[in-house]
Nanobody, 125 residues
Framework: VQLQASGGGSVQAGGSLRLSCKAF????????MGWFRQAPGKEREFVTA???????HFADSVKGRFTISRDNDKNTVYLEMNSLKPEDSAVYYC????????????????????WGQGTQVTVSS
């Protein structure tokens, strides 16, 4: 299984980026898919998640600015980030959890089965 994240880069505050996470070796439509981020010296934190049925969850810090979506035909999940702030700067990680498993807690890193390699997002003021 491989989760391949891409789309990171450097933008100015107020700008936008779209991250992609393509899954290999699993059928993403059967998985809870999520994004976490980690800034230097900080713990990995939950950003957003989407369930197989389309229900979404967001961290309070990104509500109204970030959108998560999935294209099951492409086995890909997207994170659309708008109105970016310097505090959004971090390495963003894509993650997946088999939806057949019970006990899913979307904001908890340990609840996920697979992680991507991360993509850097840098927002300058």
């Amino acid at each position: 299984v491989q989760l391949q994240a891409s789309g990171g880069g450097s933008v100015q505050a107020g700008g936008s980026l779209r991250l992609s996470c393509k899954a290999f070796g699993l059928t993403s439509s059967r998985y809870h898919m999520g994004w976490f981020r980690q800034a230097p010296g900080k713990e990995r934190e939950f950003v957003t998640a989407i369930r197989p049925g389309g229900r979404t969850h967001f961290a309070d810090s990104v509500k109204g600015r970030f959108t998560i979506s999935r294209d099951n035909d492409k086995n890909t999940v997207y994170l659309e980030m708008n109105s970016l702030k310097p505090e959004d700067s971090a390495v963003y990680y894509c993650t997946a959890r088999n939806s057949l498993r019970v006990g899913y807690e979307y904001p908890v890193p340990g609840t996920y089965d697979y992680w991507g390699q991360g993509t850097q997002v840098t927002v300058s003021s």
